[in-house]
């Protein structure tokens, strides 16, 4: 694996809330950490995943690994109502667009008030890590959640950089996680099966 180096956050703090989304995209994040020496608190708020099952699928996966290593894991609200009350009629967006900024200003918003409540100065999402992402468009909702607060600060840094990506990968296959098929809503498991179907591929484990 390529050798990590260590990482400073913004003002030199030593606690980071980081806002998690699923196992395989926080493993490499908490590992940088905690080499890192910084004290992490994971924060698992995603009402975003569809259905049911799968977020609870995702969310167990993510809690194990956190007490591999001794992390603190903050189990957050499923206020799935919330999540499509705010995404309303914008059912049909495709994946990048204004839907997911609504998602992850919701995700990143909630996160930053834990973090405030807390007294966290700092905090960070996985959701960038992921080459499937807009990083531009997930620091911007975790940048703009931090404003909100004062003395908070989203830590923008580049996961992916350093070798991220490619250990982010190795994790996923030395711990066996679950890999899953889809963003997560159930607008992107509709997606899914849609190309799915049209490149002649079984659907997702999960139908809508
Ligand atoms: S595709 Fe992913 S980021 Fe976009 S709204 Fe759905 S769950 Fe959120």
Redesign the pocket.
Known sequence: MTERQLLIPPYHETQVLLHSCCAPCSGEIMQALITSQLEITVFFYNP??HPRAEYELRKQENKTFAEKYGVPFIDADYDVDNWFAR?KG?EQ?P???R??S???DLRLWRTALFAHEHGFKVFTSS?GISRW?DMNQVNHSGLQAAQTFPNLSYWAYNWRKQGGSQRMVEITRQENFYRQE????V??LRDANQWRQQQGRQKCRWQR
């Open positions: 975003n995943i995404v914008l967006e994946e990048r667009g839907r997911c609504v998602c992850f959701l992402k889809y963003c997560g809503c607008y992107s």
